[in-house]
């Protein structure tokens, strides 16, 4: 087998085991006999059965989504951009995203569909903000490295302590919305995922459609619009996209950082530049990585459970840090005098 069919395997496997897990295991283990009965002939007399169907198989569900789609979303800003640093939590999105659904809540009382709506609002106007400022800091109509990061840092707190104001100026919906700020996988947010998941799926598909041509464009611009591309609409297109992909997985169950930023350093080796393979290589990479840090949430310090989002805090902090180092301090540190 070549190193891509071993990878695809091995992707595929790590899947099916990982979603085994977190569906079998939690406070109580349950059987893999009993999670397929509770799946597929469900009695609701049983407990188990009740535990599975109700609990463990909505977690699972949106930690699928909210790692196929942050890491996609993460996969497309690192190629258009040509940062290895860009991921939706790097450059406002998932900020822009979870202040827009507080405003909404907390200024104008939004229903649950409202929400949505104001996150993908709030994810593009994030978006849209880091590049501004980058442009103004850089003086230039195209500004990348470490000035766009930097922008997006500057840009996510300053959305996120609006956040935190707007959090602290309503003590009785604070315990409603202070798990989810800082990114909760749970089975209390399934009515938000029945109602958002699809946003995703259709970025998701957008982006496969536009594979072709996003992976000429990473290319070269010039090189591509010979081919027939139009640069501009493509690539706004695919913006676009990216931003409804991340900010629906926040209007599930808030931030869940980092997953943009980590997968597609993993996939990349494997499957190459084209985006016609790292998407779908990044959307299973993610589901697993999603999928293995709510467990280690749900049972690392059990019988007390961690928030998601903070574990992939604390990887993709470390992950970060190991980024900057190699891209930008090591490679200054080689160049001659």
């Known amino acids: 087998m070549s190193r891509r069919q071993l990878f695809w395997a091995g992707a595929f496997g790590s899947l099916l085991l990982s979603l085994l897990?977190?569906?079998?295991?939690?406070?109580?283990?349950?059987?893999?006999?009993?999670?397929?009965?509770?799946?597929?002939?469900f009695d609701p007399e049983t407990y188990e059965h009740f535990v599975v169907l109700y609990q463990r198989v909505p977690r699972a569900l949106i930690a699928l989504q909210v790692g196929a789609t942050m890491?996609?979303?993460?996969?497309?800003?690192?190629?258009?951009t040509r940062n290895p640093l860009a991921a939706p939590a790097t450059l406002g999105i998932s900020a822009g995203a979870t202040v827009a659904v507080l405003i909404g809540v907390y200024l104008f009382d939004l229903g649950m569909q409202a929400q949505g709506l104001s996150a993908l609002a709030g994810g593009l106007l994030g978006f849209l903000c880091c590049l501004a400022v980058a442009r103004l800091v850089a003086r230039s109509r195209d500004p990348r490295g470490l000035t766009l990061i930097l922008s997006g840092a500057l840009v996510s707190m300053l959305l996120f302590g609006i956040a935190n104001a707007l959090l602290l100026s309503d003590p009785s919906r604070r315990t409603d919305f202070l798990a989810w700020v800082t990114?909760?996988?749970?089975?209390?947010?399934?009515?938000?995922?029945?109602?958002?998941?699809w946003i995703g799926a259709l970025a998701l598909l957008l982006l496969l459609i536009l594979a072709r041509p996003l992976t000429l464009i990473t290319i070269g611009a010039e090189k591509a619009a010979a081919a027939g591309v139009n640069v501009p609409v493509v690539t706004g297109a695919a913006l676009i996209a990216v931003a409804f992909a991340a900010s629906s997985s926040v209007a599930i169950c808030g931030p869940v950082a980092f997953i943009g930023l980590v997968v597609p350093h993993i996939v990349r080796p494997f499957v190459g530049g084209a985006f016609g393979l790292i998407l779908p290589a990044a959307a299973v990479t993610g589901a697993?990585?999603?999928?293995?840090?709510?467990?280690?949430?749900?049972?690392?310090?059990?019988?007390?459970?961690?928030?998601?989002g903070l574990v992939m805090d604390l990887l993709g902090g470390a992950v970060f840090i190991l980024i900057v180092k190699r891209r930008y301090l090591t490679a200054r540190t080689r160049r001659p005098a």
Do not use: E, K
């Open 183 to 197: 990114g909760n996988i749970n089975h209390f947010y399934a009515d938000r995922l029945a109602m958002f998941w």
């Open 21 to 41: 897990l977190n569906l079998s295991v939690g406070a109580g283990a349950i059987g893999p006999g009993t999670v397929f009965d509770a799946i597929f002939r």
């Open 288 to 308: 697993v990585v999603c999928l293995l840090a709510d467990l280690f949430a749900r049972t690392a310090f059990a019988p007390y459970l961690l928030h998601t």
């Open 71 to 80: 890491a996609c979303a993460g996969a497309v800003l690192q190629g258009l």
